[in-house]
């Protein structure tokens, strides 16, 4: 069975330091792997995709995530956090069914 | 402006009170999916439709139904409403399920 696990509740950041937030899966298949964020009584924003090909994939606002397929990682990263960053974040994983499998959540707080 | 509309926003009922939550999108999506938000579970699929008049269990599909008349429609009725029901609820569609989804702002229901 798929599943996806973030095993930080949260991570703090100051701001303009480099941020990773982590993400392992298990699949039987291809994995198909997204991040998404949270912010306050909003719904979930996607952020990007990896699908197949080039193992760092690029997103949106600044952020990118990198496939390792044998430690069944796709860690989410940015160079410079900002206070703006402070949300909750998704990671999701499908594998050759129709059913996507969303992470418990990491919640980033960047502090000035 | 592409998005998924989600009414009402918050409900305060009670338990055995039949109620509905509706979904919209006006994107031409193929695939709609409706999911339940709890502190410390992240998101859990409850059902899902891959298209017109074909939907299928997600993860936590007990209690609730859904139906698939339309392409744009896809409502979440829950018979007989229990607190154990108490969540943030939202609906999400997209062009296939590898593609990224896109989010309603959710509904906050409170069973009481």
């Known amino acids: 069975a798929q599943s996806v696990a973030q095993p930080e509740d949260q991570v703090n950041v100051a701001e303009g330091n480099p941020l990773t937030v982590k993400c392992t899966y298990s699949?039987?298949?291809?994995?198909?792997l997204f991040w998404y964020v949270q912010y306050p009584n909003r719904g979930l924003q996607f952020l990007l995709k990896?699908?197949?090909?080039?193992?760092l994939v690029k997103g949106s606002y600044g952020f990118e995530a990198e496939f390792n397929k044998s430690q069944t990682s796709f860690h989410l990263k940015k160079p410079s956090a900002l206070v703006s960053d402070s949300a909750l974040y998704f990671c999701?994983?499908?594998?050759?069914?129709?059913?996507?499998?969303f992470g418990t959540g990491t919640r980033l707080q960047v502090f000035p | 402006e592409a998005q998924v509309t989600q009414n009402p926003r918050y409900l305060i009922t009670v338990t055995g009170k039949k109620l509905t939550v509706t979904c919209s999108q006006n994107?031409?999506?193929?695939?709609m999916s409706w999911y339940r938000q709890d502190p410390g579970l992240g998101l859990r699929q409850i059902y899902y439709?891959?298209?017109?008049?074909?939907?299928d269990k997600g993860d936590v599909p007990e209690g609730y139904k859904v139906s698939r008349k339309e392409k744009r429609n896809f409502p979440l009725i829950l018979e007989s409403p229990s607190p154990n029901q108490t969540s943030l609820y939202f609906c999400?569609?997209?062009?296939?399920?590898?593609?990224?989804?896109?989010f309603g702002d959710g509904t906050r229901l409170s069973i009481l």
């Open positions: 439709s891959m298209n017109v008049e074909v939907t």
């Open positions: 699949v039987s298949g291809n994995p198909y």
């Open positions: 990896y699908i197949t090909g080039d193992n």
């Open positions: 999701a994983v499908r594998d050759d069914t129709d059913k996507l499998i």
């Open positions: 994107m031409n999506h193929e695939y």
């Open positions: 999400a569609s997209s062009l296939s399920l590898n593609q990224p989804q896109h």
